[in-house]
Each structure stands twice: as structure tokens, then as C-alpha cells.
């Protein structure tokens, strides 16, 4: 087997694998001399004896600004990385539309799951928490966990439901994919596209962390309005992969998420092929620690839509299929207000997780590798001790650090699977912690 990449320096925080910096960028690399055409796209003939083949992430007559596609020169092209496929069963991992299970609408909440004992690559350790909307119509999300106590060999994988959002919570892995290598550690995340070949190494011992398949419009970063030209999340901050491709004729497993279903097959060669490829579609990664946070410098409690990481919108303008965001380290320095997110409800449901330190609105029983859902109107908001702490805390500026939790936040209602729902991990008493709110009204004090 001959495994051919270029030499590129690899930015901090991304590990060994090189990259290339800017998101949504129109990209051009190879890793043979010669191997991408120049001022075409599809030549009669390819140098080195190559397919051309193009990916396209988006209609072709998407307007210019949202209009996605790369062109891939391959070994093969991936009409001969199919093989004959067969069904095979994830009855832990489900698609949209799933009945779920019949819980009472309250807030819920998880203990961290334990990484199993057993032999599990990322693809068999997927564990469906919550879905809405439906794949088919391509709307909507599922938010899973994901366990991985091996790394995949000889096997690739790709989804063509929907793209794919990974965020390690315990372990760091490295992402092979047929555009090159990503690496990606607890803080970290990387984005697979629809349709875009992968598979998953382990670069330590076993790993744990969330994982969100959406089904919707492509994940993209959010208007900034009045905030201007910069902050939020930086598009020089997102890394893409350089071209390295596997000349490998053994035979692998390829496996395929399509209509709900996952499908394999096997092959004579290694799918990863591509030895040079141009465009603006392909998997990235990004570091969660240089998102450069904005937020009020004298009074109130700005939405939380100001820590959007990245969207993907609906046909309805303004109302995301999912909003990706993230509460990182971060200043607090309002006066005379409570800091804490403040009590609500939402027309927007909120799957939220912990990838290390403390969440500052739930002090106690939130904690790294768990995860909470508070569903489409139903009300949250801080926990009494934190609500105590917040309403009498000295209001000197003040900073929260080693933190980092996420949401997805959709305007879909999330249905909890039944694996979530019976699983040992769900606390029970959780929906009730808004019962140790004491009445505090006194009409005779102002």
C-alpha cells in the first residue's frame, strides 16, 4: 500500500495532519505534481491516469454564494467503491422520524454515559439521544453519543442523509477522509459533509463525545448584523485537508447511511483515493477555544444567540434548522444584573452537552459527557443554588474558565429514543428541580 500526502506545516491545536485555513474557501491541492488540471475541470484525459468526479453539495443552480461542489481526480471514481449492498441493523443508532419514547414534557437530563467494554469503532458506537424532523425531507437533526474503542481499518463510511457534526468529549481521534486528514481533540470539532468518505483512527485510548447528523441546509456561519466584519467564530480559524490518497489494493468495507438505513459492502481497494481535488466542498475542523465571544458591557443578559458557532437555515429567515453554539471561557462584567442565563421558554429546543469544566447556570449534576434537553416551550433556567449564588454574588468582573458546553438548539420538537429514555444514566428527578424555587414575594418590600 502507498500512502502519498504532501508536506504542509500543521497549524497549532490541529494536530500532525495539514491543513489549509478559511471557511467555505475555494481550495486547490494535490499530492502528485501535475495531478490537477489546469483551467478546466474534466480534460479528456487526467494526468497519471486518474477519474475526474464532482461532488455536489448543493443544487446546480444554487445562487453563486451558496453554491457547493469540488472536483475529486480519483483512482476510481466512487461508482467503483459501491460493491453489491446489503442491509445491515443500527438498532441503537435512528433516524428522523422516530416515535420515541411517551415521556411527560419536562426538562431532562443525563449522567454521563460509560464507554462500553466492548469492541466499537466510531460507526458501530453511534447512540441515538434525540431526532425531529425527518430525513427524507431532509429537515431537522438527530443528536447522538458516540463511543469508540477501536479504530476503523480497512473500512470507510459515508452519509448521504445528512452532514455531520463531531465534537470529542474524552479522546482524540483522527479523521481520515478521502479530501485528506483531520485531527480532532476534546475542544475541537470537525464537520463531515453529506456524501464525503471517512473513517475514524483513535490517536490515544478509547473516546467519547456528541455527535449531530443534520438533515437540513449545510452548516454555515451566522450573519453577524451590528456585531460587524469580526468576532463570533473567524472563517481564518476553520482548517480544511490537504490531498493524500491510499493506492491500497486490499479489500475494505465500505458502509453507507442512505434513506435511514445503513448499507455495506465490500471492495477489492482502499476508497481514499483521491490524489488532487479544487473547490469549496469538503470536511473541516475547527479549534472551539478561538471563538471570540461578544456580550454586554454594562447591563442585562444578551440571547444566546450571540454564541452561534455556525447555522443551518430553514426556508423560514431567521429560524434556523439548527443553530450549533457554544459557551466558552468568557468575561462577566454586567452591573447590577443577573448574570445566569435567565429563566424562558423557547420556541427553539435545546439539546445541550458538556465537554469539560462547569456550566455556570447548573453548578451540580451537569456534568462533562452528559447532556440535557429542554423541548419547544417548556421552561428552564437556572437551578436554585445557582439563582441564590447570582442573586447575592459581588458584581466585580468576573471570569468563567475551563469551560466549554455546546447546544444544538432546532426549531423542530426533539423526540427522546427509548435507548435515552430507560437508559440508567437519565435522572429522574431532574424535571423537578424547578420546585426548589421558593416564593420570595413580599408586597410590603419593594
Known amino acids: 500500500m502507498n500512502i502519498i500526502s504532501p508536506t504542509a506545516h500543521a497549524p497549532s491545536g490541529q494536530g500532525l495532519a495539514p491543513t489549509m485555513s478559511g471557511f467555505g474557501n475555494q481550495f486547490e491541492t494535490e499530492a502528485l505534481p501535475g495531478a490537477l488540471p489546469i483551467g478546466r475541470n474534466s480534460p479528456q484525459r487526467c494526468a497519471y491516469g486518474l477519474y475526474a468526479e464532482q461532488l455536489s453539495g448543493s443544487p446546480f443552480t444554487a445562487p453563486r454564494a451558496r453554491n457547493e461542489r469540488s472536483w475529486l481526480y480519483r483512482i476510481r471514481p466512487t461508482l467503483g467503491h459501491m460493491g453489491h449492498m446489503r442491509k445491515r441493523a443500527t438498532p441503537l443508532w435512528l433516524a428522523a422520524p422516530d416515535a420515541g419514547a411517551d415521556l411527560p414534557p419536562q426538562p431532562l437530563r443525563w449522567n454521563p454515559v460509560p464507554i462500553p467494554d466492548a469492541p466499537l469503532s466510531f460507526i458501530e458506537g453511534i447512540h441515538t439521544a434525540t ?8 429537515n431537522g437533526i438527530a443528536a ?20 455531520m457534526l463531531v465534537l470529542p468529549q474524552e479522546g482524540a481521534l483522527r479523521f481520515v477522509t478521502e479530501f485528506g486528514l483531520l485531527d480532532a481533540a476534546p475542544g475541537e470539532m470537525v464537520v463531515i459533509p453529506r456524501g464525503v468518505k471517512f473513517r475514524v483512527e483513535l490517536k490515544g485510548g478509547p473516546a467519547r463525545g456528541y455527535l449531530m447528523e443534520n438533515y437540513g441546509g449545510a452548516l454555515t456561519l451566522p450573519e453577524r448584523g451590528p456585531i460587524g466584519a469580526n468576532c463570533l467564530a473567524n472563517p481564518r480559524d476553520f482548517q480544511y485537508p490537504t490531498a493524500r490518497f491510499e493506492d491500497d489494493e486490499t479489500p475494505h468495507r465500505v458502509m453507507l447511511r442512505w434513506g435511514g438505513q445503513l448499507w455495506e459492502s465490500e471492495i477489492g481497494h482502499s476508497p481514499f483515493d483521491v490524489v488532487a481535488w479544487h473547490g469549496n466542498y469538503a470536511p473541516y475542523s475547527y479549534d472551539l477555544r478561538r471563538f471570540s ?11 444566546p444567540s450571540i454564541f452561534t458557532v455556525l447555522t443551518s437555515p430553514s426556508e423560514t429567515p431567521g429560524t434556523a434548522n439548527v443553530d450549533f453554539v457554544i459557551f466558552p471561557d468568557r468575561w462577566m462584567v454586567a452591573e447590577n444584573t443577573f448574570r445566569p442565563p435567565w429563566y424562558h421558554m423557547n420556541i427553539m429546543s435545546e439539546f445541550m452537552g458538556l465537554i469539560y469544566g462547569q456550566y455556570d447556570a447548573k453548578p451540580q449534576g451537569f456534568t462533562p459527557g452528559g447532556f440535557s434537553l429542554h423541548n419547544c416551550m417548556l421552561p428552564h433556567g437556572p437551578d436554585a443554588e445557582a439563582f441564590g449564588k447570582a442573586s447575592t454574588a459581588p458584581l466585580s468582573p468576573h471570569k468563567l474558565e475551563g469551560t466549554m458546553a455546546f447546544m444544538f438548539e432546532t426549531r423542530l420538537p426533539q423526540r ?9 444514566s437519565r435522572q429522574l428527578g431532574y424535571g423537578d428541580y424547578g420546585l426548589a424555587l421558593k416564593r420570595m414575594f413580599d408586597p410590603s418590600r419593594p
Open 131 to 138: 431526532t425531529c424532523g425527518d430525513t427524507t425531507a431532509q
Open 144 to 163: 447522538h453519543l458516540y463511543f469508540a474503542t477501536r479504530s476503523m481499518t480497512h473500512e470507510a463510511f459515508w452519509n448521504a442523509d445528512a452532514e
Open 293 to 303: 465571544p461578544v456580550g454586554p458591557l454594562l447591563f442585562d443578559h444578551a440571547d
Open 416 to 424: 427522546v429514543t427509548r435507548w435515552a429514555a430507560e437508559h440508567p
